[in-house]
Nanobody
Framework: QVQLVESGGGLVQPGGSLRLSCAASGSRFSTNVMGWYRQAPGKQRELVAAITPFWTTNYADSAKSRFTISRDNAKNTVYLQMNSLKPEDTAVYYC????????????WGQGTQVTVSS
């Protein structure tokens, strides 16, 4: 069982930055793929960024060049650094984890609200 707790959301002006954190319980963090999803009102949940146990990363087109996902296996934490934020980035951001062999996202956090507005 893995528990995920997100933090770092809030209100930020367009062009600003936020760093989201997701702390995971359990001893198998380093073997999990970790992802950040978001869901805006009236829209489907979408994958923003992911990082594998092998340190490879992938990003949604909307996040490339602005967002950076990273992980600290010693702290069981994954981060999402978000720069140059836009109003369309407003959403609830969720952390997700999946383990071997399928790496299907099985565990989810409760979400943290990010609002980009002037």
């Amino acid at each position: 069982q893995v528990q995920l707790v997100e933090s770092g959301g809030g209100l930020v002006q367009p062009g600003g930055s936020l760093r989201l954190s997701c702390a995971a319980s359990g001893s198998r963090f380093s073997t999990n793929v970790m992802g950040w999803y978001r869901q805006a009102p009236g829209k489907q949940r979408e994958l923003v960024a992911a990082i594998t146990p092998f340190w490879t990363t992938n990003y949604a087109d909307s996040a490339k060049s602005r967002f950076t996902i990273s992980r600290d296996n010693a702290k069981n934490t994954v981060y999402l650094q978000m720069n140059s934020l836009k109003p369309e980035d407003t959403a609830v951001y969720y952390c997700a984890a999946g383990g071997p062999p399928t790496y299907e996202y099985t565990y989810w956090g409760q979400g943290t609200q990010v609002t980009v507005s002037s």
